[in-house]
Structures are given as structure tokens and as C-alpha cells.
């Protein structure tokens, strides 16, 4: 397919639309799609598999392009052994204490995935499967409508599970993210996007420079298996705390037990804004060298800010580059870890005849 719009007067009408190509196969024949549209400087890359974000391609504060995202330049890669590279994760994002909730007097046990626990959906979650991808081009904006049906009992989670993913680029280069779903049965929902952010470019080394703001004055500690003790615990005196901007590295070797249980951060910040009925500013990541930022919006309550701590050299991403620890992060809008098992942290349930709605604003600038 080639370029849905034509040359106009505006700048954002030279962009090109949505355009796919074969990214590769899986194991049983079925054809992996690439999709690149390109909108306000901002360029993406995403794959039917997984709603991956293969690729996200912004400018420095010289006009230069990079990736900022990691991820694999083939899809056999993608279906061995990725940490969830730019995938859509449902039905639930992050862990469930031993993959077990009990709603409306019912129990059920979720496929267990990490140790004895549930992690992003279960063995095969919504980032190991073919998703049904539309492009549009609408006013200014073009982006990607993406579909998946998880069946009633997929990985052990009640209901059958319409999810309708729309990634959109906007003609300023913002990406959006919105979340819908509906359900024939009670169940969970909490679903998020994994992109590993280096503003400094895939592959480039560690983003323990990259300044970090959080708007969040409580954090959700965890045991040593990373599910939430329930306690919304104070940031204040601790290196949890990045109301004030600060470099992820600074106190990332402060020894505090939260961190060395976790290989650094890896938790659930509860943003002081809490649930919005529109997007609101919590995070903002800034790369000194090339001025690139990433301001994140977002309705939702918690933002996981993972500190790549798993990456452990062993994957050589899309530029041929190895990936260490720490050579990027995750911000991860969401509703907090293990929710289901916690009256006092907000609820994730979704019943018939509800639609979940939520969206994440992605803001670059450089
Ligand atoms: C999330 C989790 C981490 C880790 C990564 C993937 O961010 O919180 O513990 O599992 O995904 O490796």
C-alpha cells in the first residue's frame, strides 16, 4: 500500500500514511506485518504481533533521527525471547500474587509465569499473539486500530475479552495510546504498553543519565517476589523520591532494600493526580546530550517505572547493539500490581455492559 495522503499546504499533510510491509513469519506459516506511518516528526513502527512498537523514530534538538526504542530487527527473536519489547500487555499488567484472585465469591487461577506468580497476562498474554491491525488517517492524525478477542478462560482470567488498541500520531508527533474492552463475564483488566525507552537511541548504552520527574509522593513497595506488600509508602527520604527532576543513576546504588530486592526500581508509583477522567502530566524523561524529552499523560492512577535491571547482555537488539542492564527504562501507565488482591488500592474489575477505557499521551521535544 502506498502513501494514503497527498501533499497539501500544511506540513502535516506531507506526512505519509500508515504502510505495511512483511516483517517475517511465525513457525506455522502465519505472516507477521510491519506498519510505519510517520506524523509531526514522530515515526513508528509497530507489528501485528503483539501490538509491538518495532521501532519509534524521533529528532534530537539538531534535527537528527533515532530509535529510542528497543526491540529486534526479526521475528523469531520476538517470539523466543523478548522481554516484552514495546509489546500491548493484557489481560493484566504486572504481577498477581500466585496468579490467583477470588471476585464475586468465585476463585480463579491464572497461568503462573514468574516463580509462583502471574506476570503480564500469563505465559502467553496479549503480547504473544496476532492482533488485527486497520490503519487510519483521520483530519491530521493517522494511526493503527488494533483488535484482539482473548476467549473466555484464556490464561485463566473469566470472560471473553474484546480488546481495541488505537495508536495514533498526531500532527505535533504525539503518540496516543487508547485502551478499550469489554467483557461477557466479571473479570480483570489492566492493560498497558511495554516500550523500553533510551532517549539516546537503541543500543547506545545506559540511561542511567536520563533525568527523571515523577509527580507521585507514594510508591507501592513490594515483597522479594515484586508483588505489592499493600502499603502506599512515602518517596520522601528515599531515592523513590523524583518529584524533583534527578538522574536515574543517582541514587540507583543507594542500597535501600526495595531496590536491591528489585535490581533497582522496578515499582508501581501512585501519582498524586490519582484516576482522571482525562490524561494529566505524571512523568517527564530527558536525555542531556541530544535534549530529547518524553513527557508522559495519562488517566491512570499508578506508573511502573521499570530500570531495565533483567537486561543482562544477552539480546542484541535492532541495530546490531548489545543490551546491558540498565541500558533502558519503562514507564508503564497502569492501575497498581496485584490489585485484585488489595481492597485498598483501586479497582481493576470489569463487568458486562462496562466499556475500560483509558488513555496514555506520549509527548516528545527536543
Ligand atoms: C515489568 C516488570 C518487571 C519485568 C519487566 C520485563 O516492567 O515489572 O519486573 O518483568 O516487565 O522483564
Same mark, same amino acid.
Given at each position: 500500500?502506498? $502513501?494514503?495522503? !497527498?501533499?497539501?499546504?500544511?506540513?502535516?499533510?506531507?506526512? #505519509?500514511?500508515?504502510?505495511?510491509?512483511?516483517?517475517g513469519?511465525? #513457525?506455522?506459516?502465519?505472516?507477521?506485518?510491519r506498519?510505519?506511518?510517520?506524523?509531526?516528526?514522530?515515526r513508528? !513502527?509497530?507489528?501485528?504481533?503483539? =501490538?509491538?512498537v518495532?521501532?519509534?523514530?524521533?529528532?534530537?534538538?539538531?534535527g537528527?533521527?533515532?530509535?529510542?526504542?528497543? =526491540?529486534?530487527?526479526?521475528?523469531?527473536?520476538?517470539?523466543?525471547?523478548?522481554?516484552?519489547?514495546?509489546a500491548?500487555? *493484557?489481560?493484566?499488567?504486572?504481577?498477581?500474587?500466585?496468579?490467583?484472585?477470588?471476585?464475586?465469591?468465585?476463585?480463579?487461577?491464572?497461568?503462573?509465569?514468574? *516463580?509462583?506468580?502471574?506476570?503480564?497476562? +500469563?505465559?502467553?498474554?496479549?503480547? !504473544?499473539?496476532?492482533?488485527?491491525v486497520?490503519?487510519?488517517?483521520k *483530519?491530521?492524525?493517522?494511526?493503527?486500530?488494533?483488535?484482539?478477542?482473548?476467549?473466555?478462560?484464556?490464561?485463566?482470567?473469566?470472560?471473553?475479552?474484546?480488546?481495541?488498541?488505537?495508536?495514533?500520531?498526531?500532527?505535533? =508527533?504525539?503518540?496516543?495510546?487508547?485502551?478499550?474492552?469489554?467483557?461477557?463475564? #466479571?473479570?480483570?483488566?489492566?492493560?498497558?504498553?511495554?516500550?523500553?525507552?533510551?532517549?539516546?537511541?537503541?543500543?547506545?548504552?545506559?540511561?542511567?543519565?536520563?533525568?527523571?520527574?515523577?509527580?507521585?509522593?507514594?510508591?507501592?513497595?513490594?515483597?522479594?517476589g515484586?508483588? $505489592?506488600?499493600?502499603?502506599?509508602? !512515602?518517596?520522601?527520604?528515599?531515592?523513590?523520591?523524583?518529584?524533583?527532576?534527578?538522574?536515574?543513576?543517582r541514587?540507583?546504588?543507594?542500597?535501600?532494600?526495595?531496590?536491591v530486592?528489585?535490581k +533497582?526500581?522496578?515499582?508501581?508509583?501512585?501519582?498524586?493526580?490519582g484516576?482522571?477522567?482525562?490524561?494529566?502530566?505524571?512523568?517527564?524523561l530527558?536525555?542531556?546530550?541530544?535534549?530529547?524529552?518524553?513527557?508522559?499523560?495519562t488517566?491512570?492512577?499508578?506508573?511502573?517505572?521499570?530500570?531495565?535491571?533483567?537486561l543482562? =547482555?544477552?539480546?542484541? +537488539?535492532?541495530?546490531?547493539?548489545?543490551?546491558?542492564? +540498565?541500558?533502558?527504562?519503562c514507564?508503564?501507565?497502569?492501575?497498581?500490581?496485584? #490489585?485484585?488482591?488489595? $481492597?485498598?488500592?483501586?479497582?481493576?474489575?470489569?463487568r $458486562?455492559g462496562?466499556?475500560?477505557?483509558?488513555?496514555t499521551?506520549?509527548?516528545? *521535544?527536543?
Amino acid at each position: 500500500m502506498g $502513501p494514503r495522503r !497527498k501533499a497539501g499546504p500544511f506540513p502535516w499533510e506531507e506526512e #505519509a500514511g500508515p504502510v505495511k510491509s512483511l516483517f517475517g513469519k511465525l #513457525a506455522d506459516g502465519t505472516k507477521v506485518h510491519r506498519w510505519s506511518l510517520e506524523n509531526g516528526g514522530t515515526r513508528l !513502527k509497530v507489528l501485528n504481533w503483539g =501490538g509491538v512498537v518495532q521501532g519509534l523514530e524521533i529528532p534530537d534538538r539538531h534535527g537528527h533521527y533515532t530509535n529510542v526504542a528497543l =526491540g529486534f530487527d526479526n521475528i523469531d527473536d520476538y517470539v523466543a525471547k523478548t522481554p516484552y519489547f514495546g509489546a500491548l500487555i *493484557g489481560r493484566y499488567g504486572n504481577r498477581i500474587a500466585k496468579g490467583q484472585f477470588t471476585l464475586d465469591g468465585k476463585s480463579y487461577q491464572l497461568s503462573v509465569n514468574d *516463580g509462583v506468580n502471574s506476570l503480564h497476562g +500469563g505465559k502467553q498474554g496479549f503480547d !504473544k499473539h496476532i492482533w488485527d491491525v486497520e490503519p487510519f488517517a483521520k *483530519g491530521s492524525d493517522v494511526g493503527l486500530v488494533l483488535h484482539y478477542t482473548s476467549i473466555d478462560g484464556e490464561m485463566g482470567y473469566p470472560g471473553t475479552l474484546k480488546a481495541k488498541v488505537t495508536y495514533t500520531l498526531t500532527r505535533h =508527533g504525539d503518540w496516543i495510546i487508547d485502551y478499550e474492552a469489554t467483557t461477557d463475564k #466479571a473479570t480483570v483488566v489492566n492493560l498497558t504498553s511495554h516500550v523500553y525507552w533510551n532517549l539516546a537511541g537503541e543500543g547506545s548504552g545506559t540511561v542511567e543519565d536520563h533525568e527523571l520527574t515523577i509527580a507521585a509522593g507514594r510508591y507501592t513497595p513490594t515483597d522479594t517476589g515484586l508483588i $505489592p506488600t499493600g502499603e502506599l509508602a !512515602k518517596v520522601s527520604g528515599t531515592p523513590f523520591d523524583f518529584r524533583k527532576t534527578k538522574t536515574i543513576g543517582r541514587d540507583i546504588r543507594d542500597g535501600h532494600v526495595q531496590q536491591v530486592q528489585a535490581k +533497582g526500581y522496578d515499582h508501581n508509583w501512585v501519582l498524586d493526580k490519582g484516576i482522571t477522567s482525562k490524561p494529566e502530566h505524571v512523568a517527564t524523561l530527558r536525555e542531556p546530550r541530544s535534549g530529547r524529552t518524553l513527557k508522559i499523560a495519562t488517566d491512570q492512577p499508578g506508573l511502573q517505572f521499570y530500570s531495565g535491571n533483567f537486561l543482562d =547482555g544477552t539480546l542484541t +537488539g535492532t541495530g546490531g547493539r548489545t543490551y546491558r542492564q +540498565g541500558d533502558a527504562l519503562c514507564l508503564e501507565t497502569q492501575h497498581f500490581p496485584d #490489585a485484585p488482591n488489595h $481492597p485498598n488500592f483501586p479497582s481493576t474489575v470489569l463487568r $458486562p455492559g462496562q466499556t475500560y477505557r483509558t488513555r496514555t499521551v506520549h509527548t516528545f *521535544g527536543a
